[in-house]
């Protein structure tokens, strides 16, 4: 085994362990025959980000399917597909609404609320296998946010629900839901992506306004101890306003065409156009518009590599790109799939025409 991974194994051992309270609906395996799939990284992802630079505001998107989810979703916040007949959502139960304040108290603009963080599995005919809650009754932070599977793991953030505030960086199995925390940063985060290549965590803030970058090559030994905060590598601003992403997938490093290199940060001279790259979906409230769109966008400098609006509604009316997203390729078609409601979750599944 690589050094690298050795003394990351270490310091997992070594971290806070959180046991998963689990709830089995399904006599089924949580991934078929425990044999887990490959991720975007190593499979479609560079179809994927070649069909995505197709794509336009005129792209024609036909509906393929909507299956119903079974039972109260909650809050869908992340979802990844895990192979071809699992999907893992990352939910939120809110029993406590938050209230904002009247001014900013300790940094953030509103009260802790209360809830719980979630992840369920689901088949691809919407019924549910197995929910574990993630989250302990009381815990301030029981936000879990956009998730990404990156072959092994799949990767969450369980942060306070409001801006400016702590969460907690953590992994789940998804053999058998056992999470694993492994440090503690001091702002809210909701996304998150792991680059497979270089080992390094990507995460976002509230409203995704910045990026934040861990290294587990470097801080395997390093991580602060529970309940104290890990400082990232680096920390980058989004420069772009077109959606606030709520859900991204890590779709590896890939050579992206010069025409798309609208601006030219010294790291790309140094690397040449092979970059690496996720796929995020979110919205934008504009006075009383929410605005739609999915992106690839830099994993190191935030830069979007090309955006689209996505127009598209649930039949409750809510923008296909409110909450969770993910992709796949078949036949040559770019598929995305979107699960855009609340408690009442349909996911739909759309071809890029």
């Given at each position: 085994?690589?050094?690298?991974r050795l003394l990351l194994a270490a310091a997992l051992a070594a971290s806070s362990a959180a046991s998963s309270?689990?709830?089995?609906?399904?006599?089924?395996?949580?991934?078929?025959?425990?044999?887990?799939?490959?991720?975007?990284?190593?499979?479609?992802?560079?179809?994927?980000?070649?069909?995505?630079?197709?794509?336009?505001?005129?792209?024609?998107?036909?509906?393929?399917?909507?299956?119903?989810?079974?039972?109260?979703?909650?809050?869908?916040?992340?979802?990844?597909?895990?192979?071809?007949?699992?999907?893992?959502?990352?939910?939120?139960?809110?029993?406590?609404?938050?209230?904002?304040?009247?001014?900013?108290?300790?940094?953030?603009?509103?009260?802790?609320?209360?809830?719980?963080?979630?992840?369920?599995?689901?088949?691809?005919?919407?019924?549910?296998?197995?929910?574990?809650?993630?989250?302990?009754?009381?815990?301030?932070?029981?936000?879990?946010?956009?998730?990404?599977?990156?072959?092994?793991?799949?990767?969450?953030?369980?942060?306070?629900?409001?801006?400016?505030?702590?969460?907690?960086?953590?992994?789940?199995?998804?053999?058998?839901?056992?999470?694993?925390?492994?440090?503690?940063?001091?702002?809210?985060?909701?996304?998150?992506?792991?680059?497979?290549?270089?080992?390094?965590?990507?995460?976002?803030?509230?409203?995704?306004?910045?990026?934040?970058?861990?290294?587990?090559?470097?801080?395997?030994?390093?991580?602060?101890?529970?309940?104290?905060?890990?400082?990232?590598?680096?920390?980058?601003?989004?420069?772009?306003?077109?959606?606030?992403?709520?859900?991204?997938?890590?779709?590896?490093?890939?050579?992206?065409?010069?025409?798309?290199?609208?601006?030219?940060?010294?790291?790309?001279?140094?690397?040449?156009?092979?970059?690496?790259?996720?796929?995020?979906?979110?919205?934008?409230?504009?006075?009383?518009?929410?605005?739609?769109?999915?992106?690839?966008?830099?994993?190191?400098?935030?830069?979007?590599?090309?955006?689209?609006?996505?127009?598209?509604?649930?039949?409750?009316?809510?923008?296909?790109?409110?909450?969770?997203?993910?992709?796949?390729?078949?036949?040559?078609?770019?598929?995305?799939?979107?699960?855009?409601?609340?408690?009442?979750?349909?996911?739909?599944?759309?071809?890029?025409?």
């Amino acid at each position: 085994m690589h050094l690298s991974r050795l003394l990351l194994a270490a310091a997992l051992a070594a971290s806070s362990a959180a046991s998963s309270n689990v709830t089995i609906y399904s006599n089924e395996s949580f991934v078929p025959d425990n044999r887990l799939p490959t991720s975007h990284a190593t499979s479609d992802g560079g179809e994927i980000v070649n069909l995505f630079l197709q794509l336009s505001r005129s792209t024609t998107w036909k509906l393929i399917s909507k299956t119903k989810l079974e039972g109260d979703t909650g809050e869908p916040e992340g979802m990844v597909r895990v192979g071809d007949s699992r999907l893992f959502v990352s939910s939120g139960q809110w029993t406590v609404p938050t209230e904002k304040y009247n001014t900013t108290i300790n940094g953030t603009d509103r009260t802790t609320g209360a809830g719980f963080a979630h992840m369920i599995i689901y088949d691809l005919q919407g019924q549910r296998i197995a929910n574990a809650t993630l989250t302990a009754p009381g815990d301030i932070e029981y936000h879990g946010g956009g998730i990404d599977y990156d072959g092994r793991y799949i990767w969450i953030t369980i942060a306070q629900y409001r801006p400016n505030s702590t969460a907690t960086i953590a992994r789940i199995d998804p053999l058998n839901l056992e999470q694993t925390r492994l440090f503690r940063t001091h702002d809210h985060n909701g996304g998150i992506v792991h680059d497979t290549t270089t080992d390094e965590l990507v995460t976002l803030n509230w409203g995704a306004r910045n990026a934040t970058t861990w290294s587990l090559r470097k801080y395997p030994r390093r991580f602060t101890p529970f309940p104290g905060f890990t400082p990232p590598v680096r920390s980058v601003a989004n420069p772009s306003f077109f959606v606030d992403y709520q859900d991204c997938k890590f779709l590896g490093h890939h050579s992206i065409p010069s025409l798309v290199a609208f601006q030219n940060p010294s790291s790309w001279s140094r690397h040449g156009l092979v970059r690496p790259v996720m796929l995020c979906g979110g919205v934008a409230t504009i006075s009383s518009y929410n605005l739609g769109g999915l992106a690839l966008v830099d994993l190191e400098t935030m830069l979007p590599l090309w955006e689209v609006p996505i127009s598209l509604t649930s039949d409750l009316g809510v923008s296909l790109t409110q909450n969770p997203v993910d992709a796949q390729v078949v036949d040559g078609k770019l598929r995305v799939w979107f699960l855009p409601d609340q408690r009442n979750s349909t996911l739909y599944i759309y071809e890029a025409q």
